[in-house]
């Protein structure tokens, strides 16, 4: 991975591994989003509660409203950032750079953001001193986190 | 980086572990409906909901992802705060465990929450106490 400020964006170098990883994490994480609409029961998955957090904690019924009035904005928006990314790896070959523009950059940054949450969960980090576990599935979040930093030092 | 010699098909999905049931966090879980016979109150509340003038804030609460400097560019444009100010609320959250970054009408601090959510940044509404 390698990322450079560009004048009107960010240039970004990813290996074929990466990329591939990429595009894997956000068909998954696009059917995540979407599926919820089926059932409504974010419940089932602790993740999900994550990506739609309750905005009233102690009032159920301005909770159910404001999830009745912002969920199928939120399901649109976020399905937009990430097909962004996954938009822009299609668009390019393996050994391409890609030329993210900035306003594109700062999609990509709410979508690795949800990535790493829907992982935390599943990697059981739910405190700031939770140990990372030594496997696979953290070395992702770990990468994803260093993408994403990365990305905001290019565009700050 | 990464190793990724076996991609794993299915990273996203809930671990299926029978027996078990996913942790919730208390945040997430909503309280059964409460219906006291106190319906007096509850009406003071409605109506203290509809008041314009009563005014509410968003709160952003901590949580173990978010990297500090992604929190900071998020404040910093969406609301437009000068990097100071963005860093000194980030801060906050990390700290104290939250901050209140707005304060207002409540349809505007529901808005806040609403893009807070699209940023994937645990945000809530309250009243101004």
Known sequence: MRIEPE?????????????RLLSTLLVQYDEMVHDQLDDGDLAGDPALSRLFPNAYPDDDEAAAEFRRYTRDGLVERKSAN???????????????????????AEHWLPALTDLRLVLAERLGI??????????????????LGELQWALIEALD | MVVVAQLVERWLVVPDV?????VIHPMF??????LSSTDVERDTTTETRVMPDVPWQTIVWNDP????????????TYFGYSKPEAERLMLQVHNDGRAIVATGPREEMERHTEAMHEYGLWATVDRVS
């Open chain 2, 65 to 76: 992802v978010n990297l500090m400097t992604y929190v900071t560019h998020v404040f910093r």
């Open chain 1, 7 to 19: 004048i009107t964006g960010v240039l970004i170098e990813l290996t074929p591994m990466e990329r």
């Open chain 1, 126 to 143: 739910h405190q700031d001193d939770d140990p990372l576990p030594e496997n696979e599935l953290a070395d992702v979040y770990e990468w």
């Open chain 2, 29 to 34: 879980v909503d309280s059964s409906p409460v």
């Open chain 1, 82 to 104: 990430s097909g962004l990314i996954s938009a822009a790896l299609t668009a390019s070959s393996d050994e391409e750079r890609l030329t993210v523009a900035r306003d594109d």
């Open chain 2, 18 to 22: 029978a027996g078990s049931s996913p």
